[in-house]
């Protein structure tokens, strides 16, 4: 079983639609964050949380809001999707113990608006 | 302002020859920095990492090398293999914070 499972892997959607992108863990980290990945561009931080009570914008938080639900659940939500939106979006956990920040990502979730 | 470049879009290698990928930085700010693999339709897993305070670290096949006058930094894998092609990210963090800033992504092909 996957360390840090997000649903769904897949979604099409059309503009001006809410949607959700959900992410839940077993590792047991403080820790959660939501990027997205589009081409020529690496990997963008939107939000993160390092606590249930703690929410934090990160470079490109417009357009997106988070619910940290528990410790282990972290969902993304798109209040009213644009094309530009369209992008993989990848949830990662860490434990923030070790100088090196390591992230544990999920599979994705690849996102389309039409 | 892209803090975390990441020049080469693509390199392409023969199986066991080495692999160079390279990762330049802006901000002096950085004091860790850390390399990630990613497959296709999966996400990115970690690789390997450095600390400011050192100029190499190495990991069986993998080294990482930094020079923090040239704020520039480079992975070596030797030899590369077929199971080697993958997105390679460079990603660097700030002495302030725990959030990782990401270089664009090198594509690297290794042929048999």
């Known amino acids: 079983d996957a360390d840090v499972t997000q649903t769904p892997r897949n979604r099409i959607t059309k503009t001006g639609k809410r949607i959700m992108l959900e992410c839940s863990q077993t590792?047991?980290?403080?820790?959660m964050y939501w990027y997205r990945q589009d081409p020529g561009l690496g990997l963008r931080l939107i939000y993160y949380?390092?606590?249930?009570?703690?929410?934090n914008k990160g470079e490109i938080s417009d357009g997106y809001s988070v619910s940290r639900q528990a410790q282990a659940k972290f969902s993304l939500s798109l209040e009213s999707a644009i094309p530009n939106q369209t992008a993989f979006y990848f949830c990662?956990?860490?434990?923030?113990?070790?100088?090196?920040?390591?992230?544990?990502f999920g599979s994705g979730t690849q996102l389309s608006v039409l | 302002d892209q803090q975390v470049k990441q020049n080469s879009p693509s390199l392409s290698v023969q199986e066991g020859r080495i692999s160079i990928l390279n990762c330049d930085y802006t901000n002096s700010m950085f004091d860790y920095f850390l390399w990630y693999k990613k497959y296709p339709a999966e996400g990115p897993t970690f690789l390997i990492s450095i600390s400011s305070i050192k100029d190499k670290n190495e990991d069986g096949r993998f080294t990482v090398f930094l020079n923090k006058s040239a704020k520039h930094l480079s992975l070596h894998i030797v030899p590369s293999q077929p199971g080697d092609s993958a997105v390679y990210f460079c990603a660097a963090r700030l002495v302030s914070g725990s959030r990782l800033t990401f270089g664009e992504g090198t594509q690297l092909t290794v042929n048999p």
């Open positions: 949380s390092f606590d249930v009570k703690d929410i």
């Open positions: 990662a956990t860490s434990d923030g113990a070790t100088l090196a920040e390591k992230l544990f």
């Open positions: 590792k047991g980290h403080d820790r």
